[in-house]
């Protein structure tokens, strides 16, 4: 069982919760649909079955190697620090697959495919190479342009439009690492229950947040 298989329904309520007010309060792409995939534990889609047994599999459309890309994706938006390792340590990218294999809607998927590439052309374009050769430094370049792109759209975006691609990108790298073990125990702190209850903790500006309960 991988580390976001391992979070409880409850938690990733509250996590979507508080990463769509990191994004300025716009709701999931997914929806209801996204909440009902995080209410349990479920098995990746399609031919990830036997993935226990002879390692990755790909998971619905995506391939290892598509799985691999959101991983360096992930990464470059939450990279590893002194403190805590990255993205791809909390095996992000699979998530991303399997929430858009389970959550969105074949419109939002064509999108998110289709984002994918675009990403890879921006820093062909930007850089002359593909993302997974890129640097650190000219990926995080790509993904800043990106999100600068994003948010303008958003500015300007008809309640009835479909979201940008990097904005779900970013969406589900946020929520898949901060709902994994190494996000919940690592970047923020955590305390196992049951435990005393403390309504009120001292807050020193700099600490990380506290993580809720699993």
């Known amino acids: 069982m991988t580390d976001f298989e391992r979070m409880s329904g409850i938690d990733r309520r509250e996590a979507i919760r508080r990463v769509s007010v990191l994004l300025g309060g ?12 995080c209410a ?13 047994a002879t390692g990755p599999a790909a998971i ?9 890309f959101l991983d360096e994706v992930a990464d470059t938006i ?50 002359q190479t593909g993302f997974m050769q890129a640097t650190p430094e000219q990926r ?12 303008a759209f958003q500015k300007t975006r008809k309640p009835d439009e479909p979201q940008h691609y990097f904005r779900m990108m970013k969406e589900l ?5 901060f709902t994994s073990e190494i996000g919940y125990t690592k970047a923020m702190r955590y305390k196992e229950t049951p435990g005393k ?14 993580a809720s309960h699993a």
């Open 26 to 37: 716009v709701a999931f792409v997914g929806g209801s649909q996204l909440l009902t995939a």
């Open 78 to 127: 939450l990279p590893s620090t002194a403190k805590s390792p990255g993205a791809k340590a909390a095996a992000t990218g699979p998530f991303m697959a399997l929430m858009v294999t389970d959550t969105y809607t074949p419109a939002d998927q064509k999108i998110f495919r289709e984002g994918m590439a675009k990403l890879e052309e921006a820093c062909k374009a930007a850089h």
């Open 60 to 68: 619905g459309e995506f391939s290892v190697a598509d799985q691999q």
């Open 40 to 52: 349990g534990d479920r098995p990746a889609a399609t031919d990830s079955a036997q993935a226990g």
């Open 173 to 177: 790298a946020l929520l898949g690492f």
């Open 140 to 151: 995080t370049a790509v993904l800043t342009t990106l999100d600068q792109e994003q948010h």
């Open 197 to 210: 209850y403390e309504p009120c903790l001292p807050y020193t500006k700099g600490e990380t947040s506290w």
